[in-house]
T-cell receptor
């Protein structure tokens, strides 16, 4: 079974631009969560989508948004990029029920200049 | 507000030794405690997880010890191997378990 895939793997943007990252979950998984990983703040939860609905949300500004499609693929968007948005963005998928393992993708490394 | 505190930040262990990483949490509503292993350039991978109704769980060389009254849990890696050299994260979640709060990570190096 194929793992979680994320595209693109690397991205360079400038301040003020917007970016869209994509995540394809493991087949059959209905939950997709997004995390931001930085050296300073560590791993932080952004949001979770389950069956096309946002089910959980972290403490990030409204510039960070996401959506999920009927095939469970998910995208996250960051508008008006800031230097501090430079990070590894990780997507994780699971079946969506309690205690089910979240499987992480390799991440998209975003650099904002 | 850091809800899960992890220590040590880095750890060097000799091959065959025991690696111990500790975490403490504040939110008593947490009811799912996984440990993840991350290698450079890769996403985190689940190692082992525990729920608060169990005090210990063992899977192969990995053991979680859980102390509900102290709000602490730890990962023990027995017979540590160079291939175990990675960054380890503890985490905690409530309810559905998909909103993970991570510790700050421990960089483990196992020397020959």
């Amino acid at each position: 079974k194929a793992g979680v895939t994320q595209t693109p793997r690397y991205l360079i943007k400038t301040r003020g631009q917007q970016v869209t990252l994509s995540c394809s979950p493991i087949s059959g998984h209905r939950s997709v969560s997004w995390y931001q990983q930085t050296p300073g703040q560590g791993l932080q939860f952004l949001f979770e989508y389950f069956s096309e609905t946002q089910r959980n949300k972290g403490n990030f500004p409204g510039r960070f948004s996401g959506r999920q499609f009927s095939n469970s693929r998910s995208e996250m968007n960051v508008s008006t990029l800031e230097l501090g948005d430079s990070a590894l963005y990780l997507c994780a998928s699971s079946l969506g029920t309690f205690g089910e393992t979240q499987y992480f993708g390799p991440g998209t490394r975003l650099l904002v200049l | 507000q850091q809800q899960v505190k992890q220590s040590p930040q880095s750890l060097i262990v000799q091959k065959g030794g025991i690696s111990i990483i500790n975490c403490a949490y504040e939110n008593t509503a947490f009811d799912y405690f996984p440990w993840y292993q991350q290698f450079p350039g890769k996403g985190p991978a689940l190692l082992i997880a525990i729920r608060p109704d169990v005090s210990e769980k063992k899977e192969g060389r990995f053991t979680i010890s859980f102390n509900k009254s102290a709000k602490q849990f730890s990962l023990h890696i027995m017979d540590s191997q160079p291939g175990d050299s990675a960054t380890y994260f503890c985490a905690a979640a409530t309810g559905g378990g998909n909103k993970l709060t991570f510790g700050t990570g421990t960089q483990l190096k196992v020397e020959l």
